[in-house]
């Protein structure tokens, strides 16, 4: 991706036209993103009250954390879910305030996933943890961002070992590098792969493969079918 495909996060409903986001530079992009407009909403915080148990768990943390902008960035309630923005050096901090605190009891983390949003300028990479507390039968999200420049982000594996693996793949796919983390290795991808396949400046084609020196193409030169 050039440096004329990065725009800075845009104001509520401003239309971002998208082009060449995986290397198409001319026409016959079958990608779908050559010419794409989409609406991208700005950087939001919900306003209290939530609703449902949300503003349960958003007081624990607040008397958990007296400066709560300190800890947690924002709070973002969509679509009856909530996730809570966390600075990533607190991120270790408040996963175990999460699991310890008896008023909050989220006993499990499923997991992290990664997102690359290259249009967020110094925030490009995003980690999001899902948590289940079988006490009180409650979901939350935690989020977290790094820069591209320096893609790291605290490990919680030792507060939650079932994101041992998640945190490998998810360092394998785009890139995030989980510091603390036991073993954190390539798990899905040869251990010499070059790149992030799940990120959006990777390439989708014109890497060779091991079958007979076949090769192919980049969006560019495949057919078009529009």
């Excluded at 958003?58 to 400066?67: G, I, K, N, S, V």
């Excluded at 394998?172 to 798990?187: M, Q, S, W």
Aim: hydrophobic share 35%; with cysteine; charged share 25%.
């Amino acid at each position: 991706m050039s440096s004329e495909d990065v725009v800075p996060l845009p104001t509520q409903g401003t239309p971002v036209s998208r082009h060449g986001m995986f290397g198409a530079k001319t026409t016959g992009d079958t990608s779908g993103f050559g010419g794409l407009v989409v609406r991208q909403a700005a950087r939001v915080s919900s306003q209290r009250p939530y609703g449902s148990y949300f503003d349960e768990v958003a007081d624990e943390l607040e008397r958990a954390y007296p400066e709560f902008g300190d800890a947690i960035e924002r709070v973002v309630v969509h679509r009856d879910e909530i996730t809570f923005h966390v600075q990533r050096a607190r991120l270790a901090e408040v996963a175990q305030t999460l699991r310890d605190d008896l008023k909050l009891r989220f006993e499990l983390c499923t997991g992290v996933s990664g997102v690359h949003y290259p249009q967020e300028i110094g925030a490009e990479l995003h980690a999001i943890y899902h948590f289940l507390s079988m006490t009180h039968n409650r979901r939350i999200r935690l989020e977290v961002s790094a820069p591209d420049e320096d893609p790291h982000i605290p490990s919680i594996v030792s507060i939650y070992p079932t994101n041992d693996w998640h945190e490998r793949e998810t360092y394998d796919f785009f890139g995030i590098i989980f510091d603390g983390h036991p073993a954190l290795t390539r798990i899905e991808m040869p251990d010499d792969w070059v790149g992030h396949p799940q990120r959006k400046d990777y390439p989708l084609g014109g890497i060779p493969v091991e079958y007979r020196g076949a090769e192919i193409p980049p969006p560019d030169q495949r057919r078009s079918y529009t």
